[in-house]
């Protein structure tokens, strides 16, 4: 059991561009979250899969967000046109059930 | 929508000594799990415990307990006998349930607690 695997950890960008986390969750797990946290803050849900199938996305998650979990293994979580305030950690977290498991975040900087 | 408050924003407690740390939520359901997690300073997010509405008694693990009052909507963590690595950012969580759709996690704000020397 390796834990969950987010990549890259940090990223710094200019606003306009476009980026993409990858995560990679525990391997037997069928369940993936998308989590962002600012900071002091709790984390705000964004969206979930179950195995391949994205079953609720967040009101937070603009037309310039989305996700996929293609064959249900890994994740990303693409940001376009970046603006100041997509500036934060993105958290992923896998489950089996029912606790969530989380990575470590990818922290995003937009300049 | 179910919500999750965690009223204090910050804590500290001594060495040794016990502390508690509150929280409410507000559900119409009936049957849904409850979480601690803890965030140390710039380090990834893990559970601290978990219970399940349907149990009546309180979960404990190891230092860590609840009191989980269901009809108050009410479930407050204590630590006991706190440790300087007791010193992290606790969220308490809630969720509906925990397979199939509207199983997401929902988070309080947290509340950030130091332990003293």
């Known amino acids: 059991d390796t834990g969950v695997s987010q990549d890259p950890r940090h990223k710094i960008t200019k606003r306009g561009q476009n980026v993409t986390f990858r995560c990679d969750p525990i391997?037997?797990?069928?369940?993936l979250y998308w989590y962002r946290q600012t900071l002091g803050q709790g984390p705000e849900f964004l969206t979930y899969f179950q195995n391949e199938a994205q079953l609720e996305k967040s009101r937070l998650l603009s037309d310039r967000f989305s996700a996929e979990r293609p064959k249900g293994s890994f994740s990303t979580l693409e940001i376009q046109r970046t603006e100041q305030g997509d500036s934060a950690m993105y958290l992923c977290?896998?489950?089996?059930?029912?606790?969530?498991?989380f990575g470590e975040g990818s922290r995003l900087t937009v300049l | 929508a179910q919500t999750v408050t965690q009223s204090q924003p910050e804590m500290s407690v001594q060495e040794a000594e016990t502390v508690t740390l509150s929280c409410t939520y507000d559900?119409?359901?009936?049957?849904?799990?409850l979480f601690w997690y803890k965030q140390p300073p710039s380090r990834q997010m893990i559970l601290v415990i978990r219970q399940e509405a349907y149990k009546q008694q309180n979960a404990t693990e190891n230092r860590f307990s609840v009191n989980f009052q269901k009809a108050a909507k009410s479930f407050s963590l204590k630590i006991s006998d706190s440790q300087l690595g007791d010193t992290a950012m606790y969220f308490c969580a809630f969720m509906n349930h925990p397979t199939g759709a509207n199983s997401k996690l929902t988070f309080g704000k947290g509340i950030t607690l130091s332990v003293r020397p």
């Open positions: 559900t119409s359901e009936s049957n849904y799990y």
């Open positions: 977290a896998s489950s089996l059930s029912p606790e969530l498991f």
């Open positions: 391997s037997e797990h069928n369940r």
